[in-house]
């Protein structure tokens, strides 16, 4: 395994923070909480005319060719900085996956996307841990098109999004289709973090195959393996920033005299999440690395989600707790981190899930 980072990865990590920095501050923080829609539209404006949104896609649609390193190294970027972009949804999974398996009217859109153009998004909730006996939704040929039927939940910004990625059964088999979200039901959900999320009711609704029935399988797992690897790198990101924010705090609050950081039981929980933020820097880039190389990943990946949600959960008690009372303050922006430490969590499975599903890959090899 290499560690070294790629020049890319160095320069898009470099270009993606100094734009979060300028337009990302704890005001504008507060100013979205606040907002009908959690979503930085200028933010996202920004990264496409940087060319930040391009630069890890494909050259057939667009990109530089970069991959997997380097969208790793964005993610982890806008994780700090607890961004309200959609980059993973609608770069890494919906334009590469339309890049990679889309037919040429469909490679355009994912040119559309990485230009800022139109936002791409998957639904991907429920296939965390397929079963294909248990179909959540399906799909049947008619009129010589798709139409589907079921639901999904928490997909992101589908209310804005110009296309779906929508996993469905073809008699029990699965595959993947383009679905216009003006064509379906679409209702907002609240999660933890405010993050915009929505169900997503589908009665018959027109859809594009993505690939072909055959190879739907491998167009799911494609998806998936890269967003439980983007929600570890933006969780790596968010808590990176959380320690430094909570490192600074120790060192400047004092109690009894003596900045609380000096106190046994406070050092020892730093110390743990300084721990657990090198454990899960540590899984991601194994994970990556390996995805990039086209080597098996599912078990590096498997376990950097395990530690994305484990070691997500008690580093982000540790920065409240040691914070206090201000640590749970709305108002503060160790708030936005906490919030976005527990979403990443949870997001496509928990730590037991992915234990489970790491259990199954060492039992099958």
Known sequence: MDFTPTEAQLDLARLTGEVCGKLVTADRLRELDTAAERFDEALWGSLAETGVLAAALPEAVGGNDFGVLEQTAVLRELGKHVAAVPYLW????????????????????????????????????EEHNWEPSK?????????????????????????????ILVPATVSGVPAVFLVDPSAATVTAQQVVDRSPEYAVELTDTPAELVGTVENGA????????????GLSALQLGTLERALELV??????????????????????????????????????????????????????V???????????????HTVVHVHGGVGI?????VHNYFTAAKHNEFALGGGTDHLRALGAQLAAS
Do not use: C, N
Request: hydrophobic share 50%; aromatic share 8%.
């Open 329 to 333: 303050d709305r108002d503060h922006i």
């Open 247 to 300: 490192a600074e705090y120790a060192r400047e609050r004092e109690q009894f005299g003596k900045a609380v950081g000096s106190f046994q039981a406070v050092a020892q929980r730093l110390a743990d999440a300084y721990i657990d933020v090198q454990g899960l820097r540590l899984a991601v880039t194994q994970a990556a690395w390996q995805l990039s190389e086209d080597l098996p990943s599912a078990e590096a």
């Open 90 to 125: 609608s770069i890494v999974v919906g334009a590469g996956a339309l890049a990679r398996f889309g037919d040429a009217a469909q490679q355009d859109r994912a040119t559309q996307a990485g230009a800022g153009r139109v936002i791409l998004t998957a639904a991907l909730a």
């Open 218 to 229: 491998e167009v799911l797992d494609w998806m998936l393996i890269r967003a439980w690897l």
């Open 135 to 163: 179909p959540t939704t399906t799909a049947v040929e008619a009129d010589g098109g798709w139409r589907l039927t079921g639901a999904k939940t928490t997909v992101p910004f589908a209310d804005r999004a110009d296309r």
């Open 302 to 316: 498997h376990t950097a989600k395990f530690w994305a949600a484990d070691a997500g959960h008690r580093v982000a």
